[in-house]
């Protein structure tokens, strides 16, 4: 257990802000030591991963716990199909890699995605075309509230665009330990996506190592790399607004782009936040030292020195503007820390374990 730990190389924006009390957890013994050490103290629990889908709004006045459970166990085979179960705190980018040069298909399109294989069940990460969702057969978690583990079979994680039950109902109650996802054999590869399959169009039957590396390209040359330049990836979610909303914008807006989610059974489309905050004139801006970044729209960029409040503040005006022109409220991807009505955060209040 370390006090007043500085959390700027746990946090992919790059922002300064320190943990009262913070933990590396390596084993589910040091995760059940640390929750006990919360619960005496009455401290609340942040629970960090790779620190990129974060914003770190200020010191975190808790204990914030350093997921690095490690392992990755094959735990059956049958005709086509694998299982493997990874702990949380396996890099996810290195696992892809890892599913792919066994020859354990389906994850190729996420490739790149940093962070924790414990945090992609909480959004159900997604990319080009793929969402972890539909590879996830189940999610091992920890209980805070009963202290038991337990296993939740991808049918009741309600799963959808960026979207899970870990964000709603078990919000601040459950820690993941572990995931099981089911991949395939084949080589049948998914290039649904546009940009994807143009990259792909000079190859005559992609294989997932032929996806891998197009995911990779194509990721390298439009998103920043955080060592270089802090950022959190897609600072807001595409908004989903209901189908005449959508015609409505339409006739304003000819060129507004959308297509129609198959979230729900409500006919509704989803619109690239990243086109409104271009029309809202807020591409390559910069307020301080905080910036849109000038590839993609929709990635809120560190220049180096940014102070949270710079974060906000560019986030806030960006919103503001495309409400003012659209009527569409932007929706922060990013988990803020500590947490606001913006979208708080994971806080688990330990009972007794
Ligand atoms: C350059 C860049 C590109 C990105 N591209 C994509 C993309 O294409 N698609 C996409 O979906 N996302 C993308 N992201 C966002 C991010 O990579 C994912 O959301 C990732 O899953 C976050 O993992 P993490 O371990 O860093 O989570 P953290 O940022 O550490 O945590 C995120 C949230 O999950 C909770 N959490 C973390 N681990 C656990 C656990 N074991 N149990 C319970 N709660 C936990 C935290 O408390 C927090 O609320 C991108 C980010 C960056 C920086």
């Not at 705190?89 to 020859?103: D, I, K, R």
């Not at 075309?129 to 509230?145: D, F, K, R, W, Y």
Request: aromatic letters at 8%; charged letters at 20%; proline letters at 4%.
């Amino acid at each position: 257990m370390q006090e007043n730990v500085e959390l700027q190389a746990l946090n992919t924006f790059g922002l300064s802000a320190r943990a009262r009390y913070f933990c590396v957890v390596d084993t589910l013994a040091a995760l059940q030591g640390a929750l006990r050490f919360a619960h005496e103290k009455q401290l609340p629990v942040f629970i960090l991963g790779g620190g990129s889908n974060i914003l770190l709004r200020d010191n975190v006045p808790g204990l914030v716990l350093h997921m690095l459970i490690k392992g990755i166990a094959k735990l059956s085979e049958a005709e086509g199909s694998v299982r493997v179960q990874v702990s949380c705190g396996e890099n996810w980018h290195a696992f892809v890699t890892y599913c792919l040069a066994q020859g354990w298909h389906g994850l190729e399109n996420l490739a790149l995605i940093p962070g924790s294989v414990g945090a992609a069940p909480i959004q159900n990460i997604g990319a080009y075309g793929v969402e972890a969702g539909e590879l996830i057969e189940s999610v091992t978690a920890l209980n805070t509230v009963t202290g038991t583990i337990e296993t939740i079979a991808a049918a009741d994680c309600a799963f959808a665009y960026r979207d899970s039950v870990f964000k709603r109902q078990y919000r601040g109650s459950r820690i993941i330990l572990s995931v099981v996802f089911l991949l395939h054999r084949s080589t049948k590869v998914n290039v649904s996506y546009a940009s994807l399959a143009q990259a792909l169009a000079g190859t005559p039957a992609p294989q997932p190592a032929d996806v891998f590396a197009a995911v990779v390209a194509i990721r390298r040359s439009r998103l920043p790399d955080p060592a270089l330049l802090g950022n959190a990836g897609s600072f807001f979610k595409n908004p989903v607004i209901g189908i005449s909303e959508y015609a409505s914008l339409q006739q304003r807006h000819a060129d507004l782009p959308g297509h129609e989610s198959s979230d729900s059974d409500v006919r509704q489309v989803k619109v690239p936040a990243a086109w409104l905050i271009e029309r809202a004139g807020w591409k390559g801006r910069r307020l301080g030292q905080a910036g849109v970044y000038e590839k993609q729209s929709l990635v809120l960029i560190n220049h180096g020195a940014a102070r949270a409040e710079e974060i906000v503040a560019l986030a806030q005006a960006i919103s503001r503007d495309v409400e003012q022109q659209f009527g569409i409220l932007l929706e922060p991807e990013v988990q803020w820390v500590p947490g606001t009505k913006h979208g708080d955060f994971a806080m688990y209040l330990p009972q007794e374990l």
